[in-house]
């Protein structure tokens, strides 16, 4: 018997979510008096939900995933495949899917060699918080254990990523946290924290000052997002990165990449740190890497990092002592290998800088009409537009009124998103991540939706 979830029905499915399904990022009260939105399909862009309202979708599925649109017939037809031939088997052995990705991975990442396999972003940064600790007692006789994190960066829900979380708000109500996770300071020119000519080295320079009021022998590693997802759409300054690289050198600091959000094409390039010029020890990824249509994220380092787990067989304890179960899952593999195969063959890198570069200009049209535009930012399809109830002192919007903004594009028909319950008073950004497919008539139809509603909302 095949199971069929098909439906003529769809209050009943409506009234089951409600009773039974615990929504992410939700409160549930007011599910009392409104239906909970239902989506039921998607196309390239679009969305359509349970009470047939049609969407554009300018998040790519919410959590800026769905890189490549929805209703990828060859994606699915892949997963099938695979997991008819074989579904599942434990990380601790190879599978063809796993091997031949991490292969086509290694190829879109030089100086990186090795790929660990798990199912979230938050879990792929766990791992580097693990190998750094694993390395300070294998390595440094328990010294270089400290990991440092910036402010307004996010790296996952667990309780060891939520510790190196630069969003108070996240990581409100779920303490006490381990020790050894420092924050240093935010990169964010708009809100500039030192008057200098140099923005973008001083603000490295901040890390080098934390290095040294912590000790640089107790600092294993720095985490860092290559630009600033749901802090804000950061990109960091001219000069930054590479003051970056030069600090880790020179104290032996291991540095991580958290491509979570920017991996596999979202800023243009395959990962967000290539625009940069910078060599990492590890670079984690996962919302894109599969476009949302199967579970996966790696862990990735070099072999430098690698070869700190290789030693005598007989200690047993000399290698990472670590299991995801569901990184043996072989969908995630496969459905990574066709997801770059349309990345390349569609050309959508180029799309999304041509596309990023337009979006870019509409953005700015709209700063020169509304006065409640402040700042506009990005790079590629990742784009942010910081709302201000005073340019000259940046006040900040307040976040109910950012959020009419987005609830009234949503009753457009267009989703956007926003900083929220992230940053005290600096939840004030729209965010945009359409997916690498879009269109100059969707990002039109996008600006122009985000345009009525300052209109409607703010006057």
């Not at 039974?20 to 359509?48: A, C, N």
């Not at 960091?236 to 094409?265: A, F, M, N, S, T």
């Amino acid at each position: 018997m095949t199971l069929n979830l098909q439906t003529n029905d769809l209050g009943k499915v409506i009234e089951a979510d409600r009773a039974h399904v615990w929504h992410h990022l939700s409160q549930h009260k007011v599910y009392e008096t409104v239906d909970p939105r239902v989506f039921i399909e998607g196309k390239g862009m679009r969305l359509w939900d349970a009470k047939g309202n049609e969407y554009l979708d300018a998040v790519s599925g919410g959590v800026w995933t769905v890189n490549v649109g929805y209703g990828r017939e060859s994606i699915a037809n892949a997963v099938r495949d695979q997991l008819v031939k074989l579904n599942y088997y434990a990380g601790a052995a190879g599978t063809v899917p796993g091997a031949l990705f991490a292969e086509k991975l290694i190829e879109k990442m030089p100086g990186m060699t090795r790929v660990y396999y798990s199912n979230s972003g938050s879990e792929a940064n766990e791992k580097v918080y693990k190998m750094v600790r694993q390395i300070a007692h294998r390595r440094h006789g328990g010294n270089k254990w400290k990991i440092l994190f910036r402010e307004r960066d996010y790296h996952g829900t667990t309780i060891g990523t939520l510790a190196t979380s630069g969003q108070p708000q996240r990581a409100a109500q779920y303490g006490p946290y381990p020790d050894g996770f420092v924050m240093v300071p935010h990169c964010l020119e708009y809100r500039k924290q030192w008057d200098v000519e140099n923005y973008g080295e001083r603000a490295a320079d901040a890390i080098e000052e934390v290095i040294l009021r912590e000790g640089p022998a107790t600092v294993g590693c720095l985490v860092l997002e290559p630009v600033t997802a749901g802090g804000g759409v950061i990109v960091p300054p001219e000069g930054y990165w590479k003051r970056v690289q030069e600090i880790c050198k020179k104290y032996d600091i291991l540095l991580h990449i958290d491509e979570v959000v920017c991996g596999l094409g979202r800023t243009g390039k395959w990962f967000g740190y290539q625009h940069f010029d910078i060599q990492p020890d590890f670079v984690t990824m996962a919302k894109g890497v599969a476009s949302g249509y199967a579970a996966i994220s790696c862990t990735v380092t070099t072999e430098r990092v690698f070869e700190m787990f290789k030693d005598d067989a007989s200690d047993p304890m000399s290698y990472f002592r670590d299991i995801s179960t569901f990184g043996g899952c072989t969908a995630g593999p496969v459905a990574a290998l066709e997801n770059m195969r349309i990345i390349e063959e569609e050309g959508l890198l180029e799309n999304c800088i041509r596309m990023g570069d337009y979006c870019l200009s509409r953005l700015e049209e709209l700063k020169g009409k509304h006065k409640v535009v402040g700042d506009v930012r990005g790079k590629g399809l990742f784009l942010g537009a910081e709302l201000v109830a005073d340019r000259e002192t940046k006040e900040p919007l307040e976040e109910k009124l950012v959020q009419a903004v987005v609830a009234d594009c949503l009753k457009n028909g267009v989703i956007i998103g926003a900083t929220n319950r992230s940053l005290n008073g600096l939840n004030n950004t729209l965010c945009l991540s359409p997916a690498l497919i879009a269109t100059k008539a969707d990002i039109d139809r996008i600006v122009d939706a985000i345009d009525s509603a300052l209109t409607t909302v703010l006057g």
